[in-house]
């Protein structure tokens, strides 16, 4: 079974700063995607980005990026120029490539963005 | 396109009782699955259908129950709420199924049972 870990109950960053939000999980999978989904106080669940294992470059969207450590087992989300919409929980997840669509998710990291 | 719709958005219900949620996925999606969230256990995985086939389950107690119809719908099922099935849950679809395709979240269905 898999497992994903976000040690990082609760972070905060100035507006227009950096944010790195940590996440590790365990596998034994070689085909799998790890995925940052936010959810705002309006509890719905959106995609910022998604990694392919397969895939050595980190992905990037917009302010968002991940450095992907697949032999660390490492998964952490850049936010650049942190804005105040940024504020959310923040959710890593794991899904086993070879068995459907199941998302394992971390415990989440709440994020607060101040002004 | 419109997004995932759920329904109800908020239901409160007694113990022993049962309840049905509707998922409606986007238009053209065939896979749908269904998570429970909770402050204590966090995002749980229930289960996933793909063109009317349950793929996927979770490790919830057979209470919980789900199903597909023809045009991708889904409802999940809850007989004898307990206290603890007070939660969100949400439901995702997409294209097809293997994590190729992203998944998109509805809103979700708050449950409360006292």
């Known amino acids: 079974a898999q497992t994903v870990t976000q040690s990082q109950p609760e972070m905060s960053v100035q507006e227009a700063e950096t944010v790195t939000l940590s996440c590790t999980y365990d596998t034994s999978e070689n085909n799998y995607y790890l995925f940052w989904y936010k959810q705002p106080p309006s509890r719905q669940m959106i995609l910022v980005i998604r990694?392919?294992?397969?895939?050595?470059q980190n992905a990037t969207e917009n302010r968002f990026s991940v450095n992907f450590q697949k032999a660390a087992k490492s998964f952490s989300l850049k936010i650049s120029d942190s804005q105040l919409g940024d504020t959310a929980m923040y959710f890593c997840a794991f899904m086993n490539g070879n068995a459907g669509n199941m998302l394992t998710f971390g415990g989440g990291t709440r994020l607060m963005v101040k002004p | 396109k419109a997004g995932v719709t759920q329904t109800p958005r908020y239901l409160i219900k007694t113990r022993g009782q049962q309840v049905t949620l509707s998922c409606s996925p986007i238009?053209?999606?065939?896979?749908v699955s269904w998570y429970q969230q909770t402050p204590g256990q966090g995002l749980q995985f229930l289960f996933e259908?793909?063109?009317?086939?349950?793929?996927n389950k979770g490790n919830f107690p057979g209470r919980f129950s789900g199903r597909q119809f023809s045009n991708s719908r889904s409802e999940m099922n809850v007989s004898t709420l307990e206290l603890g099935d007070s939660a969100l849950y949400l439901c995702a679809s997409s294209l097809v199924a293997g994590g190729q395709e992203t998944q998109y979240f509805g809103p979700g269905t708050r449950l409360l049972v006292l």
């Open positions: 259908y793909f063109s009317e086939t349950q793929r």
């Open positions: 990694q392919e294992a397969y895939k050595q």
């Open positions: 238009s053209g999606h065939r896979s």
